[in-house]
């Protein structure tokens, strides 16, 4: 399974990938708003820093506007993918940027027929939103299965890519069902590092060492 970060915190980026863990970037409205800098500028410079695919979501509603968003996005980058909100409008967009050869990723999935949907559309990526699903007291993973099912089904090339993942759970539920992508904030990526038995046994081999190294 393929790590995306999601956000838009250059520092953040950069940590991550200095250790491996970046195979990709999605932004959103909401983490630019969050990143408190020129979209434009911010999503350059991501661009540049990260070799793999980086999500840059379109603002309008109607296929006509998304399209002229997705042109000049494309100039900021040549990693930059469309992101699309799952809706008619945002399905005629992907089509024609799927004809065009151009990368798309389908936001705010919450059902297993949108996410098919967006695969006969000709998606790159299609983001299923677990922790949100969660929040309502339905199950997020479950909508991953049934999505990794349909897929396997009718053997579409479009990626899962998790979203809206809060906790470690959500990323071994993932993989464990065969999910192509995650998309993991800055800190949740922290977390998986975090085993009281790694840390205790740092501190063990480091005590021990001390006893030889003099
Ligand atoms: O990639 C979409 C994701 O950022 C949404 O996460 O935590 O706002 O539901 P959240």
């Not at 098919?116 to 997020?140: C, E, M, N, Q, W």
């Amino acid at each position: 399974m393929q790590f995306f970060i999601d956000t838009a915190d250059i520092s953040a980026i950069k940590k991550a990938n200095d250790m491996g863990l970046v195979n990709g970037v999605t932004t959103n409205p909401t983490l630019i708003k969050k990143a408190g800098r020129d979209h434009e500028a911010t999503i350059r410079e991501i661009s540049e820093l990260i070799s793999g695919p980086v999500s840059v979501e379109t603002l309008s509603e109607d296929a006509e506007g998304m399209l002229k968003e997705a042109k000049t996005y494309l100039k900021w980058g040549k990693n930059i993918v469309i992101k699309v909100i799952m809706s008619p409008e945002g399905m005629k967009a992907v089509r024609e940027l799927s004809s065009q050869g151009h990368k798309t990723n389908v936001t705010l999935c919450f059902s297993p027929l949108q996410a098919l949907i967006a695969a006969k559309a000709g998606a790159t990526y299609i983001s299923p939103f677990v922790g949100r699903l969660d929040d309502i007291s339905h199950y997020g993973m479950e909508l991953i299965s049934q999505i990794r099912d349909i897929y396997d089904n009718y053997e579409f090339d479009t990626q899962i890519l998790v979203a809206s993942v809060r906790s470690p759970i959500h990323l071994l539920d993932a993989a464990t069902i065969g999910a192509d992508v995650a998309t993991v904030p800055p800190a949740t990526l922290m977390q998986i590092f975090n085993h009281p038995l790694t840390e205790s046994g740092i501190k063990a081999f480091l005590e021990d060492a001390k006893a030889w190294q003099k």
